[in-house]
């Protein structure tokens, strides 16, 4: 017996932070397209963005809530402005790191508490952004990445706090407090699995396309202190692996980040239009990866009982 179906399509929403933006963009160009969402899976940024739109579909609404988040006191609080300051060369998040350990206040704040941005203004942002609903409850399957310092594994849910999975996949370490849950202590899901990819596959995805925005490596320059060949190795490392992971979607988008800082915030149109440019770009074979195949099935064998003959 044969049949026409289309693919179950998976989304699988890297992280970036404010690079991550650029999934809102692929959001939208979805639905102008008219081509279909069955699952999502997110990792960092693409948690937030991918739980965002599975608990309501609607890219607008996605787009507006957060750019209300933007304007917030609680984003303000979260001190991303700081971050930036005279680091817009440099864009890792190790780079960062180093930069910052060099400085008093920075050091002093981690000697004191496991993370820079504190974890009551952390539950803030988070609750502005997240409904607070079970993963099971949204409208569209979700799950979501981090990673385990306990196991030393990555953990996927699929179940619980919407809300406080999408804080732990989004627990940058040193800088977002990470989630302490059933002997568990997670953090950033990106560490471990930057393209959740595999995560897409276990929620049914037979088509997995992928959104990375950290799909290049920045160009070599000699380094001048330890610390820098430190971030350098630290950069080579998370590049070949998320190159590794991106071999597993059948289609990869690598929408060109609106800001060259993981903490910049300030390009939110230029991230969304860079999103929404690249599925056009491979529209043809989106396509073509999601349209109604002609399937066939085998026909199901007819119960033993259908053969008995009246006693």
């Given amino acids: 017996m044969s049949m026409f179906s289309r693919p179950k399509v998976g989304l699988a929403l890297g992280g970036g932070a404010a690079r991550g933006l650029s999934h809102i963009g692929v959001l ?3 639905e102008e ?3 279909p969402i069955d699952v999502i899976a ?3 940024m693409g948690a937030i963005i991918g739980a965002m739109y599975a608990a309501e579909p609607n890219a607008a609404v996605v787009k507006r809530r957060f750019t209300a988040y933007l304007q917030s006191e609680a984003f303000k609080e979260s ?3 700081y971050l930036i300051e005279n680091n817009h060369e440099k864009e890792g998040f190790f780079d960062w790191l180093s930069q910052f350990a060099r ?3 920075f050091y002093t704040l981690l000697m004191s508490r496991n993370s820079f941005i504190h974890h009551e203004t952390s539950r803030q942002n988070f609750a502005l952004l997240i409904d607070d609903i079970d993963l099971l409850e949204t409208r ?3 799950c979501t990445t981090a990673l385990d310092l306990v196991r030393g594994e990555e953990f996927i849910f699929k179940e619980g706090s919407l809300r406080q999975a999408v804080a732990a996949s989004c627990a940058i370490p040193g800088l977002l407090p990470p989630v302490e849950m059933d002997g568990r202590f997670l953090v950033d899901g990106g560490w471990i699995n930057a393209l959740p990819v595999t995560a897409a596959r276990h929620l049914g995805a037979e088509v997995a396309i992928g959104v990375d925005v950290y799909s290049d490596l920045d160009p070599f320059v000699q380094p001048d202190t330890g610390l820098d060949v430190a971030a350098r190795a630290e950069a080579v490392t998370r590049w070949a692996l998320t190159n590794h992971l991106c071999k597993g979607a059948d289609c990869l988008l690598t929408p060109e980040a609106g800001s060259n800082h993981w903490a910049d915030f300030s390009q939110f149109d230029e991230a969304v239009a860079s999103g929404r440019n690249k599925v ?3 529209l043809h074979t989106l396509r073509q990866l999601t349209r109604r ?3 066939f099935r085998r026909a199901a064998a007819p119960h033993a009982d259908a053969h008995r003959q009246p006693a």
């Fill in 280 to 282: 056009y770009e491979h």
């Fill in 33 to 35: 397209c008219d081509l």
């Fill in 42 to 44: 997110g990792t960092s």
């Fill in 293 to 295: 195949q002609l399937r």
């Fill in 140 to 142: 569209l399957p979700f």
């Fill in 28 to 30: 939208e160009a979805f």
């Fill in 103 to 105: 400085k008093s206040v």
């Fill in 79 to 81: 001190r991303f402005d």
